[in-house]
């Protein structure tokens, strides 16, 4: 018993110097905190060698033993880091954002700020992470890098997610400078032009910067010609007889003429038949045998040219149509070019003429059913309306009701006739019946001019026709050679008083082209189609202008100006050389500079 007694008694000393040493230890806790300093190191450690785990806990503990401890602003930051990297990203950003709000004033808060950013990118969040990227100041080279941490996840976005961000954040040129240059590399004809020039014009953006712009000029001592025509398309091919001449074949036989005076050491001429079909050139393009192309020659059809538009502007190479004035090829394409002047540009030449020339201001606009046709007589009635002239026609016509012009020119009704009614009276004759005449619904020489946008041989037939008729001194304006109209010949057209607007290079009569007529005729044996002067003059410029200029020759020519006299390029992509013409004693002349003014 006694024993028992004493085995209890040794028990309870043990329990009661065990729980007297927790009691200890506990006081000792709470009256002395673990080392911050020590501790933080140890963690700092962790986080180094790239344990976060266990830096995780270690930060915990001491944000959980002494919250006000000096350094917590670094242990908060410090937890975040080791959360992220444990893929906690949710708990680091809250952590970062307690601390932001905590001390607004710590000297690394910059660093805080770059951190949620990155974060909010990161889980998808792109309006917070513009948000704490743009909070970052003071100091440039942090500033920097939020621009840089916000451009690196901007440029991830693809086009309709910018679009989206871009009205949340006006002001934000990194948005605006990034979504454009992801515009500026979408293939041709996917691009979104009107969206991306005004993107430009309000952010103010370097279209250089942006690959909008052609680069510098290229010279070589060769260079490569690539002509896409659908040249043998109405050929049999089992004779090499053509069965109907084209006039791409022309075109054609006028580059060869060209090449021929050329020195072929400098200049390599490839012919591509494109046979008016968009299979055909898709292949060609996509065979790889357009590499090294320095400039293109063609196609004339809608479906292979926008290929080869495509294609040009992909890779940057210029390519000419010899045919067109379709203003809208060159439009959009800075490597597109038109031999001849766009019809944009036409009405608008043509109206520095006539605004100046004619004193009376009204005039009539007839046009055919051609979208050039249109073009030209907007541009035109557009220009001169802004110059206080009175267009009282403007009418579109049809080739087949071209009638309709002379109709409406020439139509008149029944009224009195005032001076024979008066002689009568005063000759003393009984009057016996009311005396009438014709009189024409558009009275005599109300127009001071008509001007003609198309060069439509039957519009042009019927406008003279009636101007002939009525008997009034309207001025006929026109565009195009008129020359070999049928019943317009050139008495005709000198009684008229036409003027014609032209290239130089249309000229059939010019001392150039009549000597490209008898070369012609000797090879040939026939007379050459105005279609043979395209082709010969399409090659001409093309070989003139990478001689002087380059590849990029567009650069030149809105830099130092015009190499050719029959070309105006500059600053341009048409052919501004617009001439007009007129037939005194029977020749064909050109409007001097005096006349013009």
């Known amino acids: 018993m006694i024993k028992e ?39 700092k450690g962790l986080l180094d060698n790239g344990n976060y785990s266990a830096a995780l806990n270690g930060f915990a503990n001491l944000l959980n033993s002494d919250p006000a401890n000096e350094r917590s602003a670094y242990t908060t930051f410090f937890y975040s880091i080791a959360a992220y990297h444990l893929n906690q990203k949710e708990q680091a950003r809250d952590m970062l954002l307690q601390e932001v709000k905590k001390y607004p004033s710590w000297e690394n808060i910059n660093e805080a700020y770059l951190w949620l950013s990155k974060i909010s990118f990161e889980l998808d969040n792109p309006n917070q992470g513009i948000l704490y990227a743009n909070k970052v ?37 990194d948005i605006a400078r990034i979504l454009a240059k992801k515009l500026a590399e979408e293939p041709y004809k996917e691009l979104d032009r009107e969206y991306l020039g005004a993107l430009i014009s309000h952010y103010n953006l370097d279209s250089i910067t942006l690959g909008l712009t052609v680069p510098v ?102 390519f000419l149509n010899p045919v067109s004035t379709n203003s809208q090829l060159i439009k959009e394409n800075p490597y597109a070019f038109l031999l001849r002047t766009g019809a944009e540009s036409i009405g608008k030449i043509i109206a520095e003429y006539t605004h100046r020339k004619f004193t009376n201001r009204a005039c009539a606009i007839y046009y055919g059913p ?47 006739d005032s001076v024979a009614l008066q002689k009568m009276w005063k000759e003393g004759e009984k009057v016996r019946y009311i005396p009438m005449k014709d009189s024409l619904l558009l009275p005599l020489d109300s127009l001071g001019h008509i001007f003609i946008a198309s060069d439509n041989k039957a519009i042009a037939s019927e406008v003279m026709a ?41 000229n059939m009569l010019s001392q150039e082209n009549l000597r490209i007529s008898r070369v012609y005729r000797d090879q040939y044996h026939k007379k050459p189609s105005k279609y043979v002067l395209y082709g010969y003059y399409a090659m001409k410029f093309l070989s003139s202008s990478l001689a002087h200029y380059g590849v990029y020759f567009q650069n030149g020519y809105n830099s130092l100006g015009n190499v050719d006299n029959i070309f105006d390029y500059s600053g341009h992509r048409d052919n501004q050389h617009l001439v007009l013409y007129k037939i005194e004693e029977g020749v064909v002349d050109k409007l001097t500079n005096h006349e013009r003014e």
Not at 143 to 169: C, R, V
Not at 243 to 257: F, N, T
Not at 469 to 477: E, F, N
């Open 466 to 506: 009636a101007v002939t008729s009525r008997g009034d001194t309207t001025q006929i304006v026109g565009v195009g050679n008129w020359f070999s109209v049928a019943n317009a010949g050139l008495d005709l057209m000198e009684n008229l008083g036409v003027w014609l607007a032209m290239q130089e290079f249309e």
């Open 217 to 318: 000029d290229v010279f070589k001592d060769r260079y490569k010609i690539v002509v896409m025509l659908p040249v043998f398309v109405d050929r049999l091919w089992e004779s090499g007889v053509y069965m109907q001449k084209s006039l791409a074949v022309d075109i054609y036989e006028g580059i060869r003429m060209a090449y021929s005076e050329l020195d072929t050491t400098k200049y390599e001429l490839e012919v591509f038949d494109t046979k008016k079909d968009k299979l055909t050139t898709q292949n060609i393009l996509k065979s790889g045998r357009l590499d090294g192309a320095d400039a293109i020659i063609g196609p004339l059809y809608p479906q292979p040219i926008s290929l080869v538009e495509e294609y040009s502007y992909d890779h940057k190479v210029n």
């Open 137 to 173: 100041s003071n100091d440039p080279a942090m500033i920097n890098k939020g621009h840089t941490l916000k451009a690196g996840y901007l440029s991830q976005l693809d086009i309709n997610s910018l679009k989206a961000l871009l009205p949340l954040h006006e002001d934000e040129i």
């Open 370 to 416: 051609r979208v050039t046709d249109s073009l030209t007589a907007y541009n035109y009635s557009t220009r001169m309306e802004a110059d206080s002239f009175y267009v009282a026609i403007r009418q579109k016509t049809q080739t087949t009701k071209a009638r309709e012009i002379f109709d409406s020119l020439t139509s008149s009704v029944p009224v009195v």
């Open 5 to 43: 007694i004493v085995t209890l008694t040794v028990m309870k000393v043990k329990f009661s110097s065990i729980f007297l040493l927790a009691l200890l230890i506990s006081g000792f806790t709470l009256a002395q905190p673990v080392n911050y300093a020590q501790a933080y190191q140890t963690a």
